[in-house]
């Protein structure tokens, strides 16, 4: 069985492919921001040539994607319109009414997707509990197709009030739609994402449309070139949270897939702290781009219910809320081709990125501003010979010139000066956002080991951890490329919701397993959709909260007969989920139910692959030295250099060091200490708290 992954970024589409009984191969490619799927397919002729494997032999491909994400962050999704309930034209407008930061007089928030004229009412209204106030009234409902019609409107949303609790009015809306405008999409809130709260129901549903022709459109023309060079297999696409679905679900509801590649990131660094011993992970996944953080608890990666797109200063409320579940992350401008500039006084790094065209100075295709990644050149970091595997050559000249010209002379620093100023500003950009994720989210950061990867990941995250008192790094195998590994291990899942807000109670039984019936019926259909064979696995959650709270936190059910105990198994499990989020349980307050979920995963034998490396018993390094930059010795200093692939399992490598990969950087600082264990990993002890 062949597997191959890939994982456009940015900056760089990461490859891997995996086979039975032979060592995985990996490939960085530079991305194509025009057309995605050009590098994807440059790649994947590439890969399969040097491996002897023709398209035929790939029994799966799996994909991560920024396409959707890139499309909401940049505002370049298509035109797209949403009709509402009459009097909630405003819905995206309003948002929550919160401010983000109360004493802020210039506060800015995100513009909506789809702009006021682009919003149409229709006259209907529904109840909470799902009874029809007002039906709907053809000659709105028709009207309101015109004004989408003269829109000139690529795509449609449809969000009613309360269509959570009957679907009726919006599954009209759509039938009509397809009469008149067959070839327009229509995304519906009761389909896209059932649940309360209609501003974040809105925005999850404007926002699939917003991006549902850009990515339908990439997945047919990804999969007509792939079949074009004989693959006939499956192809799946991660989604947000962790599993897999087909194009044809990508495509349908695209928003599922907004963070699948540092979804993926997560994956693999659950199962790399398994490898390494290391049950508490705070995951940092630094590319060309961004640097993405994530976290992984008691070896189970965290999931939020709902997340935001493009926060402004990470502040909660300041983004785009998706009222869909995601793997836990948080992700900042801060990538090895973020900007750096001298402003009144001060450096700034990102979140302007210089991407893969033109990008940093040093790649010499263009670029005329200084980045992250001429700093890490210019430090001494980066070996200008064997960047990406030595297929790009570096300008250490070019790198200089820039941080001189615009970090140095404004400041009156020395090149040198400049360059650290640069790495040590991305550095606090990163470590505030490290301590979001870790601190600020009830996790003590000395009892959890950082895992690193990405190109430029393993460059900073031994400085990043003994910052927030991580005592260890674990950079695996592979970093550079580990989005892509993470892929390899994901599995097909189907997750569906509801929201049905109830007391947990005896009297409620019966309506418990109607809900559950019917949210196994709609998995089912998506299964269908899925084209996997297999008995899937269920998995039952939900999402409660004491009465008179206004939020809600998610507990796990055990998946048998819902019996007449349903409702005290239901209590006790959120119980016990409250007492780990909040040292302390109220057994005799009354429980609410919130949002129901159900969760169906197939198992698949890509266990059986191999996907990591073993060091080898006998090393065959050969070390050598180069001048790299430190404060702590005041200025360059020797610093030995390792081919990581050849170090021996055990070897203990003091810094300054820097461990050199064909797909990243490790850069060990003076006074820690790294080894290799036998998986293949380097784990760095930073002396934190010492």
Known sequence: MWRMAFDIGGTFTDFVLAGPDTPPRFLKVASSADDPARAVVAGFERLLAEAGVTAAELDTVLHATTVATNAIIERKGCSTALLTTDGFRDVLIIGRQKRYETHDLHMTKPPPLVPRRRTFEVVERMSPQGEVEVAIDPASLDAAIDAVAESGAESVAVSFLHAYANPAHEEAVAARLRERAPAL???????????????????????NAYVRPIVGRYVERLGSALAERGFANDMFIMQSAGGLVSPAIAAEEPVRIVESGPAAGVLMSAMVGTDAGEPHIVTFDMGGTTAKLGAVD???PAVAS????DPIRYRPGSGLPINI???ELLEIGAGGGSIARAELGVIHVGPESAGAEPGPMCYRRGGDRPTITDANLA??????DYFNAGEMRLDREAAVAGLARDIGRPLDLDVEEAAW???????ANMERAMRIVSVERGRDPRNYAIVAFGGA??????????AIGAPRVVVPFGAGVGSAIGLLRAVPKIEVSVTRVMEVEAGNVDAMRAIYGDLERRAVADLDRLGVAGEPVWTRSGYLRYRGQGYEIRAEFPFAAIGDDFANVVAESFHRAYARSYGYRDDNAAIEAVDWHLTATLPVNSAELDLGWRAPAQGSNTPSERQAWFPETEGFAAAVVHDRRGLAAGIAIAGPAILEDPESTVVVPPGMTARVNTRGHVVIDTGAGE
């Open 379 to 384: 430090l001494g970091y980066l070996n200008p």
């Open 306 to 309: 709902t997340f935001e797109i």
């Open 298 to 300: 008691a070896g189970e």
């Open 457 to 466: 990941g393993p460059v900073h995250a031994a400085r990043l951890a003994k």
């Open 421 to 427: 100023g640069v790495h040590a500003a991305a550095n």
């Open 325 to 327: 579940p995601a793997v």
């Open 185 to 207: 999409p229509v995304s519906l809130s009761s389909q896209i994402s059932p649940k309360f709260r209609e501003y974040e129901r809105t925005s999850t549903t404007v926002a």
